[in-house]
């Protein structure tokens, strides 16, 4: 007897549906800004968890919409790859998870408020824009999904605005260390998005996507790819002359292994079978969290000499 995802009970099948392994496009910003702003003034532990367990529910609401309207449009199957398949393998109603998405929008929001009574109205402000933008990633009448603009999207909102919005709640003000810390990590988040539209290229185009990933090829794509990765890793190079400039920046170093893993497991294969570019896409995320774990902790290091 053939056994599918359909056997997934209870909590399982919740947790998938916020697909956890792209959750640490949340995590590391959060984790990287405040890192940067324990150079400036004394950390607000509270404030800290509020941004990180805010920024976490977004990336997992945003991840539900993106199911609800990718279910809605006709995208999603039984036999979709990289998604949580609550709807269409679980017998999850649409309903509820659209519904779940705007609760955890609801609890994001609760701590807003905390965090702007602690610091800045202007951060509620930010907040619901990219709050906003998560939800048109794939809702709305033309969702940036469809368009070539996502990688840029999730790169500069997740990977940047966090990481700006983590250190300002902390400090009161925005650095140029931030903004220059910032860059790799917007890079890297926006390789997430990409190696997902790279895997994805032929069932989007088919489903009338216009995502970068189709509109300048498989070959191409990863080739943009690679460049994120050289660039990041370059990139710290120009870390190390800043003003919080340390050589326990390299320890991101450790991180190449992966992205040379996510540039090999998207070359050559076949397009036609999504599910061979799995561990690609898996090695991509990888090389974001451990670049930006790494980087941060090579901060925190650098404080202690």
């Known amino acids: 007897m053939n056994q599918t995802p359909a056997a997934d009970t209870g909590f399982q099948i919740w947790w998938q549906l916020m697909r956890p392994h792209t959750l640490t496009a949340a995590f590391v910003p959060v984790f990287l800004g405040t890192a ?15 941004m990180m367990i805010a920024s976490l529910l977004i990336q997992a609401a945003t991840n539900m919409f993106n199911e609800y309207f990718d279910f809605k449009r006709g995208l999603d199957t039984e036999k979709s790859i990289g998604i949580g398949g609550a709807i269409v393998r679980n017998g999850v109603k649409p309903k509820t998870v659209l519904y779940m998405a705007f609760a955890f929008f609801g609890i994001a929001l609760l701590l807003g408020l905390y ?3 602690a610091s800045s109205w ?4 930010i907040g ?10 794939t809702g709305g009448p033309l969702p940036i999904a469809y368009t070539p603009f996502g990688e840029a999207a999730s790169g500069f909102f997740m990977g940047g605005v966090i990481i700006y919005i983590s250190f300002f709640i902390q400090t009161g003000f925005l650095s140029q260390s931030a903004v220059l810390f910032s860059v790799p990590i917007i890079l890297l988040v926006g390789s ?8 994805d290229r032929v069932g989007d185009k088919e489903a009338g996507r216009k995502t970068m ?3 300048i090829g498989h070959n191409r794509s990863v080739l943009v790819l690679a460049l994120s990765f050289v660039v990041s890793f370059l990139w710290v190079i120009v870390l190390v002359f800043t003003e919080l400039g340390s050589l326990w920046l390299f320890l991101s170093y450790l991180s190449i292994p992966k992205a040379v893993n996510a540039v090999k497991g998207f070359t050559g ?5 999504p599910s061979e570019m799995m ?5 991509t995320a990888q090389t974001n969290t451990i670049y930006g774990f790494l980087l941060a902790v090579g901060l925190c290091i650098s404080y202690l000499f």
């Open 279 to 283: 561990p690609a896409m898996k090695a």
């Open 36 to 50: 940067l702003a324990i150079a400036y003034t004394n950390l607000h532990i509270s404030l800290f968890l509020a």
């Open 115 to 117: 965090i702007c009574t």
């Open 192 to 199: 997430i998005n990409l190696s997902n539209n790279i895997r």
């Open 128 to 137: 619901i824009i990219c709050m906003a933008v998560g939800y048109l990633y």
């Open 213 to 215: 990933a189709i509109l």
């Open 122 to 125: 202007w951060i509620g402000l």
């Open 269 to 273: 294969k076949n397009e036609a079978n």
